[in-house]
T-cell receptor
Framework: DAGVIQSPRHEVTEMGQEVTLRCKPISGHDYLFWYRQTMMRGLELLIYFNNNVPIDDSGMPEDRFSAKMPNASFSTLKIQPSEPRDSAVYFC?????????????FGSGTQLSVL | AQSVSQHNHHVILSEAASLELGCNYSYGGTVNLFWYVQYPGQHLQLLLKYFSGDPLVKGIKGFEAEFIKSKFSFNLRKPSVQWSDTAEYFCAVNARGTYKYIFGTGTRLKVLA
């Protein structure tokens, strides 16, 4: 398996623009997570899905952020409008949901810079 | 709600020095505990995990961690670090029966050759 695939690897945009980050989880994994990494806050959980259904979105910073998972092999995280404080590395991760051998598999991340 | 505290944000050690990174969590129920590592230019990956049983768990590359329930701690240790251990280390917790992983802020370890 190719692992968790995220695109783009880098995104530079101007304040006010819409940004869409994409993620393809590992085939067969039931859980998908979106995290944001900053120096100040470390890895923050934004939202996670189980079988394409959002389970907990309490970490989404505000209404400018939205995430979808239209099918088991694809998820998007959208920021509209983007702001400079959204600059961070955004990680997607997936897991099998096996309570006896649970672990997260991370993608390589998207480095977002909002100017 | 769960939370995780990592006390050391930056650690610099010489090769062969011993390492201990602190991790404390806040949660009243039963938890699963993890340490993840991010080597420069690589994905975050699992270093070790504790679900139940022996509170001293061993992971890859000579790392180990001890779960002390009374202290809500899960500190990471390695008796002798190598230059290749330079990385960022994250402690994480999820409540047993859930898949909501909460991470600490991370510790950046730099090992001097």
């Amino acid at each position: 398996d190719a692992g968790v695939i995220q695109s783009p690897r880098h995104e530079v945009t101007e304040m006010g623009q819409e940004v869409t980050l994409r993620c393809k989880p590992i085939s067969g994994h039931d859980y998908l997570f979106w995290y944001r990494q900053t120096m100040m806050r470390g890895l923050e959980l934004l939202i996670y899905f189980n079988n394409n259904v959002p389970i907990d979105d309490s970490g989404m910073p505000e209404d400018r952020f939205s995430a979808k998972m239209p099918n088991a092999s694809f998820s998007t995280l959208k920021i509209q409008p983007s702001e400079p404080r959204d600059s961070a590395v955004y990680f997607c991760a997936s897991s099998l949901g096996d309570s006896t051998n649970e672990k997260l598999f991370f993608g390589s991340g998207t480095q977002l810079s909002v100017l | 709600a769960q939370s995780v505290s990592q006390h050391n944000h930056h650690v610099i050690l010489s090769e062969a020095a011993s390492l201990e990174l602190g991790c404390n969590y806040s949660y009243g129920g039963t938890v699963n505990l993890f340490w993840y590592v991010q080597y420069p230019g690589q994905h975050l990956q699992l270093l070790l995990k504790y679900f139940s049983g022996d509170p001293l768990v061993k992971g890859i590359k000579g790392f180990e961690a001890e779960f002390i329930k009374s202290k809500f701690s899960f500190n990471l240790r390695k008796p002798s670090v190598q230059w290749s251990d330079t990385a960022e280390y994250f402690c994480a917790v999820n409540a047993r029966g859930t898949y909501k992983y909460i991470f600490g802020t991370g510790t950046r370890l730099k090992v001097l050759a």
